[in-house]
C-alpha cells in the first residue's frame, strides 16, 4: 500500500495536465451554469459608484490589460462599458498596456456600436489610446489631457472632439475605472488620481492580484473593486446581461475544485507514504 | 566629471521635483510639470532602447547557433513584421488595409491568452506536488489557500448549502470566513509589504540622490 501511495506521489504530471484539461473544457463546451453568485460589498460599491452618477457624467476607463489576462478582464470592461452607456455617461478610454489598445476598438464594437448605435464618437466617448509615462501621464492628464494627448487614436485632435472640448482635465472626471493587470494599473490611479488629485478611483484587476488591494479598500482609497473573473460575473449580474464572465465561472469553479481535489490526494499519499524530513521532495 | 555632472543632475531635480510637491506656488508647479512632460518623451525613447536590445540579443544567438536559435528567428521576424504592418497599413480598425489589427485580434490575443491560461496546468500539478502539510506553517497556508479556492467561487457556496446541519444553520459561515481571511491576515501583511516597499523605494531615492547608489551611471552595475 505504501508503495502505491509513494507511487501516486511520484505521477506523471501529464496526467494532471490532462485531468484538468477535460475539466475546464467540458466545463466550457457544457451548458452548466451554477446558481447566481451572491454580490460582493466590494464589487457593490464599484457598481454603486457608476450607478449613482448623474447622466453625462464623464468618466474614465483605462485598459491597463494585454490579451494575456483578456479572459478575467474583458468581460468586465464590456460589463461596466454597457451600464457606463446606459446610464449615459460620457467615457474617455485610454490605456497603459501598449498591447490592450485594440482591444478597446474590439469593445467599442461589441458593445456600443451594435448595442447602444445612437452613441457617437466624440460626443458620447473618445478613444485617446496609449501614451509612454505611466504616472507622469497621469499627473499631466491631470493638468490637460490636451498636454499628455494632443491627438486621440485615430490622430484627431482633441480639441475637435466636443466630449474633450468638456473634459479637459482628469479633474473634470467623476470617477476613474481601472481593468488592471498588473503595473502600472490600479495601484498608480490610486497613489496618483486619488492621492494627488481626490478622483474617485475603482475597478477590476485579476484574481491573482486582488489581496493586494485589501488595503486599498479599507482606507477608502479605492472605491470597491472586482476581483478576477468572480467580479465580472457579480457584475455582470448587477447590469442583468450574463456573458463571458458568468459562462467562464463554471470552467472556473470546476477547476478551483480539481486543484483542492489534487491537494487532498497529494496529502494523503504524503502521509500514508511515510512523512518525509524537511528539506525532502 | 563624467559621474560628477551627471550626479549633481540628479540631486538637483529630484530635490526640484520634491519641493514641487509641497510648494504649490504655479511658478514652481508649472516648471516642475513642464520637466515631467519631458520625461513622457525620455520614457518613449527606452522603447528604442528595448528594441536594439531585443535585435542584439537574438542577433547573437542566431549568429552563434546557441540553443532555441531558430525561435529567435521567429521572434525577430514577428517584431519585423509586425512594425512593419503597423508602420506601413497601420494599427487602427478603420486604417485601409486593417492587417496589424487583423493580426493582432486573430493571432496574438489567443497566443497571449493561450500562455496565460497555461498557468492552470502549472498550477494544479504545483499544488498536487508541493502542497504538502509538512508542518504547523505549510499547514495553515494550506487551509486558507483551500478555504479561499473553494470559497471565491459559485461552486463552492453551492456545496457548502448541501452540506448536512452546517449549510442550514450557518448558510453564510464559509462567505464570511474567506472575507476574513481576505480582509484580516490578508490585509495586515499587504499592509506591511506596502508600507515597507515605500520606505524602501524613499531610501533607494535619497541614495541616488546623494550620489550612494551610482549603479544606474555604469554598465557594470556595481559602484
New interface residues.
Given amino acids: 500500500m505504501k508503495a502505491f501511495f509513494a507511487k501516486l506521489m511520484r505521477i506523471d504530471r501529464r496526467w494532471i495536465f490532462l485531468a484538468m484539461g477535460l475539466v475546464v473544457g467540458g466545463a466550457l463546451l457544457s451548458s452548466i451554469v451554477f446558481p447566481t453568485l451572491e454580490i460582493s460589498p466590494d464589487v457593490r460599491t464599484a457598481y454603486d459608484l457608476i450607478d449613482r452618477l448623474p447622466a453625462g457624467s464623464a468618466v474614465l476607463y483605462a485598459w491597463d490589460y494585454d490579451p494575456g489576462s483578456q479572459p478575467e478582464l474583458y468581460p468586465l470592461s464590456g460589463a461596466m462599458l454597457r451600464h457606463a452607456m446606459r446610464k449615459d455617461l460620457k467615457v474617455v478610454m485610454m490605456g497603459h498596456w501598449p498591447n490592450g489598445i485594440p482591444l478597446i476598438e474590439r469593445q467599442i464594437d461589441e458593445v456600443i456600436k451594435r448595442d447602444f448605435p445612437q452613441k457617437r464618437y466624440g460626443v458620447d466617448y473618445a478613444n485617446l489610446g496609449y501614451k509612454s509615462g505611466q504616472n507622469v501621464v497621469v499627473i499631466t492628464m491631470a493638468k490637460s489631457i490636451k498636454d499628455a494627448f494632443p491627438t486621440d487614436y485615430y490622430q484627431t485632435p482633441v480639441d475637435s472632439l466636443p466630449l474633450l472640448r468638456e473634459v479637459r482635465s482628469l479633474r473634470d472626471c467623476k470617477a476613474i475605472v481601472s481593468f488592471s493587470a498588473g503595473d502600472p494599473g490600479l495601484t498608480m490611479w490610486i497613489q496618483f488620481a486619488w492621492q494627488r488629485f481626490h478622483i474617485p478611483v475603482t475597478g477590476g484587476c485579476t484574481a491573482v492580484s486582488a489581496p493586494e488591494f485589501a488595503a486599498y479598500l479599507q482606507s477608502g482609497q479605492l472605491k470597491g473593486l472586482m476581483g478576477g473573473m468572480r467580479g465580472a460575473a457579480e457584475y455582470e449580474v448587477l447590469v442583468g446581461r450574463q456573458g463571458l464572465a458568468s459562462i467562464g465561472m463554471t470552467a472556473q469553479s470546476l477547476a478551483h475544485a480539481l486543484i483542492v481535489l489534487f491537494i487532498v490526494i497529494g496529502n494523503v499519499a504524503y502521509f500514508a507514504a511515510g512523512r518525509r524530513k524537511e528539506g525532502q521532495p | 566629471m563624467k559621474k560628477t555632472v551627471p550626479l549633481i543632475i540628479t540631486f538637483l531635480t529630484g530635490l526640484y521635483m520634491i519641493v514641487a510637491y509641497f510648494v504649490p506656488h504655479p511658478l514652481i508647479t508649472d516648471s516642475a510639470?513642464q520637466m515631467?512632460?519631458w520625461?513622457?518623451i525620455i520614457?518613449?525613447f527606452?522603447?528604442a532602447l528595448g528594441i536594439g536590445n531585443l535585435v542584439m540579443v537574438h542577433g547573437e544567438k542566431i549568429q552563434h547557433r546557441h540553443e532555441g536559435w531558430a525561435y529567435s528567428i521567429v521572434l525577430l521576424a514577428c517584431l519585423v513584421g509586425m512594425m512593419g504592418i503597423g508602420l506601413f497599413c497601420g494599427?487602427?480598425?478603420?486604417d485601409r488595409f486593417p492587417a496589424y489589427?487583423w493580426l493582432?485580434?486573430n493571432v496574438?490575443?489567443?497566443?497571449?491568452?493561450a500562455?496565460?491560461?497555461l498557468l492552470?496546468?502549472f498550477?494544479?500539478?504545483a499544488?498536487?506536488?508541493a502542497?504538502?502539510?509538512?508542518?504547523k506553517e505549510a499547514s495553515l497556508l494550506?487551509i486558507s489557500?483551500?478555504i479561499i479556492?473553494?470559497g471565491?467561487?459559485?461552486?463552492?457556496?453551492?456545496l457548502w448549502l448541501k452540506l448536512p446541519w452546517l449549510g442550514s444553520h450557518f448558510p453564510h459561515l464559509l462567505?464570511s470566513v474567506t472575507?476574513w481571511i481576505?480582509?484580516v491576515p490578508?490585509?495586515a501583511g499587504?499592509?506591511g509589504?506596502?508600507i515597507g516597499a515605500a520606505l524602501g523605494a524613499v531610501s533607494m531615492a535619497l541614495r541616488m540622490m546623494l550620489g550612494i547608489e551610482r549603479s544606474y551611471l555604469t554598465t557594470g552595475g556595481g559602484q
Avoid: C, H
Wanted: net charge positive.
Fill in positions: 510639470q515631467q512632460g520625461e513622457i520614457v518613449a527606452t522603447l494599427i487602427r480598425q478603420q489589427y493582432y485580434i496574438m490575443a489567443p497566443l497571449e491568452a500562455m496565460f491560461s492552470a496546468f498550477i494544479a500539478s499544488a498536487y506536488r502542497f504538502r502539510a509538512r508542518n494550506l489557500a483551500t479556492m473553494i471565491r467561487v459559485p461552486l463552492g457556496s453551492w462567505d472575507q481576505m480582509d490578508n490585509a499587504q499592509r509589504i506596502k
